[in-house]
Protein backbone atom coordinates (compact mmCIF):
# COMPACT_ATOMS: atom_id res chain seq x y z
CA UNK A 1 0.00 0.00 0.00
CA UNK A 2 2.60 2.31 0.81
CA UNK A 3 4.31 1.62 -2.66
CA UNK A 4 1.31 2.33 -4.53
CA UNK A 5 1.03 5.40 -2.40
CA UNK A 6 4.20 6.65 -3.23
CA UNK A 7 4.26 6.15 -6.88
CA UNK A 8 0.71 7.61 -7.71
CA UNK A 9 2.64 10.92 -5.34
CA UNK A 10 5.38 10.81 -8.28
CA UNK A 11 2.95 10.61 -11.18
CA UNK A 12 1.13 13.85 -9.41
CA UNK A 13 4.66 15.36 -9.22
CA UNK A 14 5.88 14.55 -12.74
CA UNK A 15 2.73 15.98 -14.41
CA UNK A 16 2.62 18.78 -12.25
CA UNK A 17 6.17 19.87 -13.40
CA UNK A 18 4.60 18.86 -17.03
CA UNK A 19 2.00 21.51 -17.13
CA UNK A 20 4.13 24.36 -15.24
CA UNK A 21 6.69 23.50 -18.22
CA UNK A 22 3.83 24.24 -20.59
CA UNK A 23 2.69 27.03 -19.22
CA UNK A 24 6.31 28.78 -19.69
CA UNK A 25 6.38 31.27 -22.51
CA UNK A 26 8.72 29.70 -25.57
CA UNK A 27 12.32 31.48 -25.46
CA UNK A 28 13.34 32.23 -28.71
CA UNK A 29 16.68 32.31 -30.35
CA UNK A 30 18.35 35.80 -29.71
CA UNK A 31 19.11 37.19 -33.17
CA UNK A 32 20.95 40.34 -33.34
CA UNK A 33 19.61 43.76 -35.40
CA UNK A 34 20.24 43.75 -39.13
CA UNK A 35 23.13 46.74 -40.04
CA UNK A 36 22.49 48.64 -43.49
CA UNK A 37 24.82 51.01 -45.06
CA UNK A 38 24.68 53.64 -47.75
CA UNK A 39 27.04 53.83 -50.03
CA UNK A 40 27.80 56.01 -53.62
CA UNK A 41 28.90 54.88 -56.93
CA UNK A 42 32.27 56.25 -57.96
CA UNK A 43 31.68 56.44 -61.63
CA UNK A 44 34.77 57.11 -62.44
CA UNK A 45 36.06 53.39 -61.56
CA UNK A 46 32.37 51.70 -62.13
CA UNK A 47 31.85 50.22 -65.22
CA UNK A 48 29.32 48.06 -66.89
CA UNK A 49 30.41 46.10 -70.00
CA UNK A 50 27.63 45.20 -71.65
CA UNK A 51 28.13 42.75 -75.18
CA UNK A 52 26.15 40.40 -76.97
CA UNK A 53 22.05 40.71 -77.92
CA UNK A 54 20.53 40.67 -81.30
CA UNK A 55 22.29 44.01 -82.24
CA UNK A 56 25.81 43.08 -80.88
CA UNK A 57 25.79 45.61 -78.38
CA UNK A 58 29.70 46.21 -77.04
CA UNK A 59 29.35 49.13 -74.93
CA UNK A 60 31.23 50.39 -71.90
CA UNK A 61 28.36 51.91 -69.55
CA UNK A 62 29.13 54.11 -66.58
CA UNK A 63 27.29 53.56 -63.00
CA UNK A 64 26.15 56.33 -61.18
CA UNK A 65 23.42 56.29 -58.44
CA UNK A 66 23.49 54.77 -54.63
CA UNK A 67 21.94 51.69 -52.72
CA UNK A 68 21.80 50.24 -49.64
CA UNK A 69 24.11 47.01 -48.46
CA UNK A 70 21.96 45.11 -45.59
CA UNK A 71 23.59 42.81 -43.63
CA UNK A 72 22.61 40.52 -40.70
CA UNK A 73 21.66 37.21 -39.55
CA UNK A 74 18.75 34.55 -40.19
CA UNK A 75 17.50 31.56 -39.04
CA UNK A 76 17.37 28.87 -41.29
CA UNK A 77 14.46 26.15 -41.54
CA UNK A 78 15.79 24.18 -38.72
CA UNK A 79 15.79 27.27 -36.53
CA UNK A 80 19.04 25.66 -34.20
CA UNK A 81 21.42 28.37 -35.64
CA UNK A 82 22.19 31.72 -37.18
CA UNK A 83 23.58 32.11 -40.87
CA UNK A 84 25.13 35.63 -41.94
CA UNK A 85 23.46 37.16 -45.07
CA UNK A 86 23.83 39.92 -47.34
CA UNK A 87 21.40 42.03 -49.33
CA UNK A 88 21.53 45.00 -52.01
CA UNK A 89 18.63 47.34 -50.81
CA UNK A 90 16.81 51.11 -52.45
CA UNK A 91 19.41 50.58 -55.57
CA UNK A 92 18.61 53.98 -56.99
CA UNK A 93 21.33 53.88 -59.55
CA UNK A 94 21.66 53.87 -63.72
CA UNK A 95 24.66 52.84 -66.34
CA UNK A 96 25.10 55.19 -68.41
CA UNK A 97 25.83 54.89 -72.40
CA UNK A 98 28.58 57.95 -73.57
CA UNK A 99 27.77 56.87 -77.21
CA UNK A 100 24.65 57.39 -79.41
CA UNK A 101 24.95 53.30 -79.91
CA UNK A 102 21.71 51.88 -78.15
CA UNK A 103 19.91 53.24 -75.04
CA UNK A 104 21.19 56.13 -73.28
CA UNK A 105 20.91 54.57 -70.44
CA UNK A 106 19.93 51.24 -68.43
CA UNK A 107 18.34 50.92 -64.76
CA UNK A 108 21.14 48.97 -62.94
CA UNK A 109 18.74 47.07 -60.61
CA UNK A 110 16.38 46.19 -63.26
CA UNK A 111 19.53 44.79 -66.08
CA UNK A 112 21.54 43.02 -63.19
CA UNK A 113 18.35 42.06 -60.35
CA UNK A 114 20.79 43.61 -58.01
CA UNK A 115 18.56 43.59 -55.10
CA UNK A 116 17.45 40.13 -56.39
CA UNK A 117 20.58 38.39 -55.40
CA UNK A 118 21.32 36.54 -51.67
CA UNK A 119 24.47 36.98 -50.69
CA UNK A 120 26.39 35.09 -48.27
CA UNK A 121 30.05 35.33 -46.52
CA UNK A 122 32.82 34.38 -49.52
CA UNK A 123 34.30 31.80 -49.78
CA UNK A 124 38.00 34.13 -50.26
CA UNK A 125 40.50 33.45 -47.56
CA UNK A 126 40.76 36.92 -46.77
CA UNK A 127 41.40 39.49 -43.86
CA UNK A 128 38.79 41.58 -45.12
CA UNK A 129 35.18 40.59 -45.10
CA UNK A 130 33.60 39.52 -48.55
CA UNK A 131 30.17 38.92 -49.50
CA UNK A 132 29.65 36.50 -52.35
CA UNK A 133 26.11 37.27 -54.66
CA UNK A 134 24.44 35.11 -56.55
CA UNK A 135 21.23 34.48 -58.48
CA UNK A 136 19.79 35.54 -62.02
CA UNK A 137 19.91 38.72 -63.35
CA UNK A 138 16.97 40.46 -65.48
CA UNK A 139 17.47 38.09 -68.25
CA UNK A 140 16.85 35.38 -65.66
CA UNK A 141 20.06 34.06 -66.67
CA UNK A 142 22.84 33.06 -63.73
CA UNK A 143 24.43 36.01 -62.44
CA UNK A 144 27.15 35.91 -59.47
CA UNK A 145 28.70 39.12 -57.89
CA UNK A 146 31.73 38.83 -55.18
CA UNK A 147 31.93 42.70 -53.21
CA UNK A 148 35.00 42.54 -50.79
CA UNK A 149 34.88 45.68 -47.99
CA UNK A 150 37.50 47.80 -47.48
CA UNK A 151 37.09 50.10 -44.58
CA UNK A 152 33.93 52.43 -45.92
CA UNK A 153 34.56 51.20 -49.29
CA UNK A 154 32.89 48.45 -51.48
CA UNK A 155 34.89 46.88 -54.36
CA UNK A 156 32.50 44.58 -56.32
CA UNK A 157 33.14 42.41 -59.21
CA UNK A 158 30.92 40.40 -61.03
CA UNK A 159 29.46 38.21 -64.26
CA UNK A 160 26.40 36.74 -66.04
CA UNK A 161 26.54 33.25 -67.69
CA UNK A 162 23.98 33.92 -70.58
CA UNK A 163 22.95 30.76 -72.11
CA UNK A 164 23.19 31.86 -75.93
CA UNK A 165 23.60 34.06 -78.65
CA UNK A 166 20.93 36.50 -78.00
CA UNK A 167 21.13 37.10 -74.39
CA UNK A 168 23.36 39.92 -72.84
CA UNK A 169 27.12 39.28 -71.31
CA UNK A 170 27.42 41.55 -68.52
CA UNK A 171 30.84 42.40 -66.77
CA UNK A 172 30.46 44.26 -63.69
CA UNK A 173 33.60 46.45 -62.26
CA UNK A 174 32.27 48.98 -59.39
CA UNK A 175 33.77 50.79 -56.45
CA UNK A 176 31.43 52.72 -53.49
CA UNK A 177 31.78 54.69 -50.96
CA UNK A 178 29.67 54.39 -47.68
CA UNK A 179 28.02 58.16 -47.45
CA UNK A 180 28.64 60.95 -46.49
CA UNK A 181 31.58 61.22 -48.52
CA UNK A 182 33.06 64.20 -49.48
CA UNK A 183 33.95 63.90 -53.07
CA UNK A 184 32.70 66.66 -54.86
CA UNK A 185 33.69 66.29 -58.44
CA UNK A 186 33.23 62.55 -58.53
CA UNK A 187 36.82 61.29 -58.90
CA UNK A 188 36.88 58.99 -56.32
CA UNK A 189 38.91 60.52 -53.63
CA UNK A 190 38.61 63.85 -50.95
CA UNK A 191 41.33 66.45 -52.07
CA UNK A 192 41.56 70.18 -52.06
CA UNK A 193 39.64 70.12 -56.07
CA UNK A 194 36.68 69.10 -52.85
CA UNK A 195 37.61 72.40 -50.71
CA UNK A 196 37.68 74.41 -53.95
CA UNK A 197 34.14 73.14 -54.72
CA UNK A 198 32.77 73.16 -51.07
CA UNK A 199 34.23 76.80 -50.74
CA UNK A 200 33.16 78.32 -53.37
CA UNK A 201 29.26 77.21 -52.82
CA UNK A 202 29.63 77.49 -48.94
CA UNK A 203 25.94 78.76 -47.13
CA UNK A 204 23.55 77.65 -50.34
CA UNK A 205 20.65 76.45 -48.76
CA UNK A 206 18.35 75.27 -51.68
CA UNK A 207 18.59 72.39 -53.65
CA UNK A 208 22.40 71.88 -53.28
CA UNK A 209 23.61 68.88 -54.78
CA UNK A 210 26.71 66.55 -54.15
CA UNK A 211 28.81 68.14 -56.73
CA UNK A 212 28.16 72.17 -55.03
CA UNK A 213 29.52 70.21 -51.81
CA UNK A 214 26.49 68.67 -50.10
CA UNK A 215 28.25 65.66 -48.41
CA UNK A 216 25.04 64.82 -46.21
CA UNK A 217 22.09 64.68 -49.02
CA UNK A 218 20.22 67.00 -47.14
CA UNK A 219 20.18 69.96 -50.03
CA UNK A 220 22.29 72.07 -48.45
CA UNK A 221 25.94 73.38 -47.94
CA UNK A 222 27.46 73.84 -44.24
CA UNK A 223 29.14 73.36 -41.46
CA UNK A 224 28.48 69.49 -41.69
CA UNK A 225 29.81 69.18 -45.05
CA UNK A 226 33.40 71.10 -44.30
CA UNK A 227 33.42 68.71 -41.48
CA UNK A 228 32.67 65.55 -43.34
CA UNK A 229 35.90 66.71 -45.54
CA UNK A 230 37.81 67.18 -42.76
CA UNK A 231 37.43 63.78 -41.84
CA UNK A 232 37.87 62.34 -45.45
CA UNK A 233 40.25 63.95 -46.93
CA UNK A 234 42.91 61.86 -48.03
CA UNK A 235 40.41 59.22 -48.83
CA UNK A 236 40.69 57.91 -52.06
CA UNK A 237 39.41 55.14 -53.86
CA UNK A 238 42.94 53.48 -55.76
CA UNK A 239 43.90 53.10 -51.85
CA UNK A 240 41.23 51.36 -50.75
CA UNK A 241 41.40 48.92 -54.14
CA UNK A 242 45.19 48.49 -53.68
CA UNK A 243 44.44 47.17 -50.46
CA UNK A 244 41.37 44.15 -51.19
CA UNK A 245 43.80 43.53 -54.01
CA UNK A 246 47.16 42.47 -51.58
CA UNK A 247 44.71 41.19 -49.80
CA UNK A 248 43.23 38.79 -52.43
CA UNK A 249 46.18 37.84 -53.70
CA UNK A 250 47.66 36.65 -50.25
CA UNK A 251 44.74 33.81 -51.09
CA UNK A 252 45.99 31.35 -53.89
CA UNK A 253 43.73 28.19 -52.61
CA UNK A 254 40.86 29.56 -54.15
CA UNK A 255 38.24 27.25 -56.48
CA UNK A 256 36.48 29.12 -59.77
CA UNK A 257 35.22 31.29 -60.44
CA UNK A 258 37.00 33.07 -58.17
CA UNK A 259 40.14 32.91 -58.65
CA UNK A 260 39.11 34.71 -62.09
CA UNK A 261 37.76 37.61 -60.70
CA UNK A 262 41.24 37.99 -57.88
CA UNK A 263 43.23 38.07 -61.09
CA UNK A 264 40.85 40.57 -62.06
CA UNK A 265 41.31 42.97 -58.85
CA UNK A 266 44.92 42.97 -59.43
CA UNK A 267 44.58 44.20 -62.74
CA UNK A 268 41.86 46.92 -61.70
CA UNK A 269 44.40 47.92 -58.56
CA UNK A 270 47.45 48.63 -61.04
CA UNK A 271 45.37 50.75 -63.06
CA UNK A 272 43.65 52.63 -60.03
CA UNK A 273 47.73 53.22 -59.37
CA UNK A 274 48.80 54.51 -62.74
CA UNK A 275 45.78 56.95 -62.54
CA UNK A 276 46.39 58.11 -59.32
Known amino acids: MVNQICMLASRISLLAVCLYGASLPTMAMAQPPNVLRNFRFVPRYSTLELTGGFAGFDLDLSIHGTFGLETGFHSPDDH???????????????????????????????????????GEPGLLLLPLENWQFRGVDGQHAPMSLLAIEVGRWLVMFGSNDAPCCDFFNYEVTAIARQVPFADFDGDGDSDHDDLIRL???????????????????????????????????????????????????????????????????????LLLYRRS
Do not use: M
Open 80 to 118: LSLRRFARFVDVDAEALNPTDFGPYSFDFDDTLNLSGLR
Open 199 to 269: SANLGTTDGALSEHGDSDGDGDVDGHDFLNLQRDYGDTAAAAVALASNASAASRAVPEPSSSLIALLGVVG
